[in-house]
């Protein structure tokens, strides 16, 4: 069956390292997603692509990068790790960019000290 | 700019109906989203809108109204595993679903 997938499930890194968060899906969807939850705030956007070669930012893009060099892979890099970017992170995948459900991965949750 | 309210938390008991309220204000809106979280898992979809009226899907059910900016989601014969949390999105035109912050509902016996 088709799915989407994340890894690690969970990370605890340090103040100032790079991680990244991978994420993977095989259903051939041209649109995905990174999303941030905490608690007070919900789900935020961080980063979308609506396929490969596109990236665009979301509302709290600051501190994080992303990459689509195939259709299945969409990594999350944090490039200095801060205590602020302590989450749970999801990624999300849509066929197509509008009217379209968005699956959800089982999220990473990312502890920074 | 978009702003997606909904009430933090709800109570309720089984074999009841509860409606939860999501009121909207966003710039090229292109479709009202309900999803369903458990406590420590991944967001699942519920319903979609994308023109006025009402939607329904076994136990539940979901209105819009877009001249209003508004939507509910309604549950009907509330069981306990209906206790989640649920989050209203709105599809942005030429962006993404942007989030509410989502209703906890608790559900007693």
């Known amino acids: 069956d088709a799915e989407i997938t994340q890894s690690p499930r969970h990370k605890i890194t340090e103040t100032g390292r790079q991680v990244t968060l991978a994420c993977h899906q095989t259903?051939?969807?041209?649109?995905m997603f990174w999303y941030r939850q905490d608690l007070g705030h919900g789900l935020r956007l961080i980063h979308y692509?609506?396929?490969?070669?596109?990236?665009n930012k979301g509302e709290v893009s600051d501190g994080y990068s992303v990459s689509r060099s195939n259709t299945e892979d969409l990594p999350l890099t944090l490039e200095s790790a801060a205590s602020s970017q302590t989450s749970v992170y999801f990624c999300?995948?849509?066929?197509?960019?509008?009217?379209?459900?968005?699956?959800f991965g089982p999220g990473t949750r990312l502890l920074v000290l | 700019g978009q702003n997606i309210d909904q009430p933090t938390e709800m109570t309720a008991t089984e074999g009841a109906i509860v409606q939860i309220n999501c009121t909207y204000q966003?710039?090229?809106?292109?479709?009202l989203f309900w999803y369903q979280q458990h406590a420590g898992e991944a967001p699942t979809f519920l319903s979609y809108?994308?023109?006025?009226g009402l939607e329904e899907k076994g136990r539940f059910s979901s209105f819009l109204s877009r001249s209003k900016g508004y939507s509910y989601l309604l549950l009907k014969e509330l069981q306990m595993k209906d206790s989640a949390s649920y989050l209203c999105?709105?599809?942005?035109?030429?962006?993404?679903?942007?989030f509410g912050k989502g209703t906890t509902l608790s559900v007693s016996s």
């Open positions: 999300a995948s849509a066929p197509d960019r509008a009217q379209e459900t968005q699956y």
């Open positions: 259903w051939n969807h041209n649109n």
């Open positions: 999105a709105v599809f942005q035109a030429g962006t993404a679903l942007i």
């Open positions: 809108n994308v023109l006025d």
């Open positions: 966003t710039s090229g809106f292109n479709g």
């Open positions: 692509s609506y396929g490969v070669q596109d990236t």
